[in-house]
C-alpha cells in the first residue's frame, strides 16, 4: 500500500486492457527474487506453512508459489 504497511512489498492491479491469460517464458514475468536476512529461512518456512504455502528449500533459497500462482523466490 502506499503506507509501506509491513507485508505489503508487492501489489497487482487487474487491468481488463490486459485479458490475457498469463504465459511464462523470456518475455513475461517467470518470478520475483525478494534478498532476505541471512539466517531467517526457518522464519519464512514457518509463515509459509502458516499460510499453508508449499515451499522447496534449495541451498540458501526458499520457493513458493504465490495465489496468483507466480514464482516467488526469497534468497538469503
Known amino acids: 500500500d502506499f503506507m509501506g504497511t ?5 501489489t497487482f492491479f487487474p487491468d481488463q486492457r490486459f485479458d490475457v491469460e498469463r504465459q511464462e517464458g523470456t518475455d ?10 541471512k539466517d531467517s529461512t526457518e522464519y519464512w518456512s514457518h ?15 526458499l520457493q513458493v508459489l504465490d495465489f496468483d ?3 516467488l523466490e526469497f534468497i538469503e
Do not use: A, M, W
Open 6 to 10: 509491513p507485508g505489503t512489498v508487492v
Open 28 to 37: 513475461y514475468l517467470s518470478g520475483i527474487q525478494f534478498k532476505i536476512p
Open 47 to 61: 509463515r509459509f506453512k502458516k499460510f499453508g504455502l508449499e515451499y522447496q528449500h534449495i541451498d540458501n533459497t
Open 69 to 71: 500462482k507466480i514464482l
